[in-house]
């Protein structure tokens, strides 16, 4: 759902990389692994294999590994400067400066409407006393003398 928006790409990414690792850390080593959906696995097998090697290698790296995990959830979360926070506090600003601009535009609109109903209604009085000074010539017209009644 959210795959176009930037802040989710950005999550997404630093959360793989805590599971790619580095070369310093390869949490793959200990059985730890991200698949190609995003889902991070543990191969029991894996680990059993390593640690039964390397005790002290596979902690190491586990606890590496889990680290950078809290270190990136942490960052992502921070209340005051975190990633989620920034893009809340973005999409907030975005969301009142649209209803800003809705706003001004009705105000904008409210204003039209005024002008527009003091133009209909001059025009509807204009109009009222157009067709009353019409009806006035008509009757004129009518009582004026006829070429018929001037023959008589």
Do not use: C, H
């Amino acid at each position: 759902l959210f795959v176009g928006n930037s802040t989710t790409r950005s999550i997404t990414s630093r959360i793989s990389d805590v599971f790619v690792g580095s070369s310093a850390n390869l949490p793959m080593l200990a059985g730890i692994s991200i698949d190609r959906n995003g889902a991070a696995t543990f191969d029991k097998a894996k680990f059993m294999e390593a640690y039964a090697k390397d005790p002290a290698a596979v902690e190491k790296n586990v606890t590496a590994t889990a680290q950078r995990l809290v270190d990136t959830s942490k960052a992502i979360t921070n209340s005051t400067d975190g990633t989620l926070t920034v893009a809340i506090r973005g999409q907030d600003a975005a969301v009142k400066d649209y209803a800003d601009q809705v706003k001004r535009f009705n105000d904008r609109m409210t204003a039209k409407q005024e002008v527009l109903t003091r133009q209909y209604d001059a025009l509807d009085a204009m109009l009222s006393k157009l067709k009353s000074q019409g009806d006035w010539l008509a009757g004129q017209l009518k009582s004026l003398p006829t070429i018929e009644s001037m023959k008589n």
